[in-house]
């Protein structure tokens, strides 16, 4: 047998070593890991230094199990290979960190019975919240969720009855401004490829999109208002249909940037040229973050103030500050005009 393989295991270091290698009680020790504020900051800094040379990681599950606080949340989201959902968890963890918040993150897929199971693993590692981008279609996932009494909060979408805290963008607005930014070029023939409706932002995307064709005077035709499926290549079959029956358009507004995208790649397949053919217009402004190609002109919904909106309420939920008042936040939207889209006129 090797030396390797009879190699006794490492002991853990312990309060006690640092005591012992300091000169300070194990009280102080654990005082001044925790920084309390009536230990000085020399001693803390000594301790911490110590500490830190001898590997010392803190007991968790010991400490959670004594106070009841994990210190940990969970972030539900669709799909997390999604820019929009990676910049919005990433704008969540930076938030929760400075906070000594650890957060992890679990998808959803837009599919109930995934969800359900998301919410049961985050429930069974005691977490101390949930943020939460639903996946919508019926709310008994958020009403199992809402029994268990675990703070959560609702990101980017948010249910009829409005009965939960939620931070959502202003949709209405963004589907308003992308629809009357494309009727200002010129464009009447504006085909939408929008989620389903089961989503409150598409519900509200679609109800900005038919107030700007109303202030214009012009009917919405319900032949270029297509959902499409959330699942990657959606774009590609609605709109290749769309593009074989013949159906005049000049312009196309899509739910979401990812949507926009597959959708040029589609229009280039069939050798319609953007923005000389086709004016496209996106949702999430991505590439605010993200350095791409081909410029897409976007609705913008500040991922960063949402993300850190929601980990704020979830915060006081938490701590149970303001028990009696429902948190209904709505982030303005605007308009990022880049090169995918021309005028008509």
């Known amino acids: 047998m090797s030396e390797e393989q009879v190699r006794p295991p490492v002991k853990a270091t312990t309060l006690k070593d640092i005591a012992e290698q300091t000169g300070f009680t194990v009280n102080t020790v654990s005082r001044a890991l925790k920084n309390k504020g009536d230990i000085s900051a020399a001693t803390i800094k000594l301790i911490q230094q110590k500490a830190q040379e001898l ?5 968790l599950m010991a400490s959670s199990l004594r106070s009841g606080v994990t210190k940990t949340i969970a972030v539900i989201v669709a799909d997390v290979s999604n820019p929009h959902f990676s910049i919005a968890v990433k704008e969540i963890e930076r938030a929760a960190r400075m906070q000594d918040y650890t957060t992890f993150i679990l998808n959803s897929y837009e599919d109930q019975d995934v969800e359900k199971k998301a919410i049961q693993s985050a429930l069974s590692k005691n977490v101390d919240g949930i943020i939460i981008c639903p996946s919508q279609g ?3 996932n958020l009403a199992f969720l809402e029994r268990t009494g675990t703070p959560f909060v609702l990101l980017g979408r948010h249910l009829e009855d409005d009965t939960m805290d939620y931070v959502v963008s202003d949709d209405e607005k963004g589907g308003y401004l992308a629809t009357k ?10 085909l939408f490829l929008n989620a389903h409706r089961s989503i409150s932002s598409s519900r509200e995307r679609l109800s900005g999109y038919a107030r700007a064709l109303e202030e214009a005077g012009i009917a919405a035709n319900p032949a270029l208002i297509r959902e499409v499926s959330h699942l990657s290549g959606g774009v590609r079959i609605e709109l290749t249909e769309v593009i074989r029956s013949r159906l005049p358009f000049t312009a196309l507004f899509a739910f979401n940037d990812m949507m926009a995208w597959e959708a040029i790649f589609v229009l280039n397949k069939h050798q319609i040229k953007v923005p000389d053919e ?14 791409i190609p081909f410029p897409l002109t976007s609705v913008s919904n500040s991922k960063g103030k949402t993300s850190r909106k929601a980990f704020e309420i979830l915060l006081k939920r938490i701590h149970k500050q303001n028990p009696g008042k429902r948190y209904h936040e709505v982030v303005d939207t605007r308009l990022v005009v880049r090169d995918s889209t021309r005028s008509l006129l």
């Open 138 to 140: 019926n709310a008994n």
């Open 55 to 59: 590997g010392y990681i803190g007991n």
């Open 278 to 291: 086709i004016s496209v217009v996106g949702f999430d402004n991505i590439q605010s973050r993200f350095f």
């Open 181 to 190: 930014h494309l009727l200002e070029l010129g464009h009447r023939d504006i």
